[in-house]
């Protein structure tokens, strides 16, 4: 079992960056592929970012490639989310997923391939 534990979010102008923490407990993390995802009211919950159990594949949402970086460490069983050039449709709140499987490429956005979530953290962006 993977428990996962998101920080980080918050209210940040637009133009700005936050850096979304997700801190993982259980020995399947450094063999899990892990990404993260958000969901706003009344919207199904969309990919943003992945990342394989090495580190060494990464996965973006077109709508944040080249502002969004995720990366990891497994000594420290966690996963950033680095958010740069914030906008206000980056608004919402933001999951950390983590999946039995050590690289989803290319299904990395489908939902049903993660088998754990955390609780959410909302990432709210002003104009």
């Known amino acids: 079992q993977v428990q996962l534990v998101e920080s980080g979010g918050g209210l940040v102008q637009a133009g700005g960056s936050l850096r979304l923490s997700c801190a993982a407990s259980?020995?399947?993390?450094?063999?899990?592929?892990m990404g993260w995802f958000r969901q706003t009211p009344g919207k199904e919950r969309e990919f943003v970012a992945a990342?394989?159990?090495?580190?060494?594949?990464?996965y973006y949402a077109d709508s944040v490639k080249g502002r969004f970086t995720i990366s990891r460490d497994s000594a420290k069983n966690t996963v950033w989310l680095q958010m740069n050039s914030l906008k206000p449709e980056d608004t919402a709140v933001y999951y950390c997923?983590?999946?039995?499987?050590?690289?989803?490429?290319?299904?990395?956005?489908?939902?049903?391939?993660?088998?754990?979530w955390g609780q959410g953290t909302q990432v709210t962006v002003s104009s």
């Open positions: 997923a983590g999946s039995g499987s050590g690289n989803l490429g290319p299904h990395e956005y489908i939902i049903d391939e993660y088998d754990y």
């Open positions: 259980g020995r399947t993390f450094s063999t899990a592929a």
């Open positions: 990342i394989s159990w090495s580190g060494s594949s990464t």
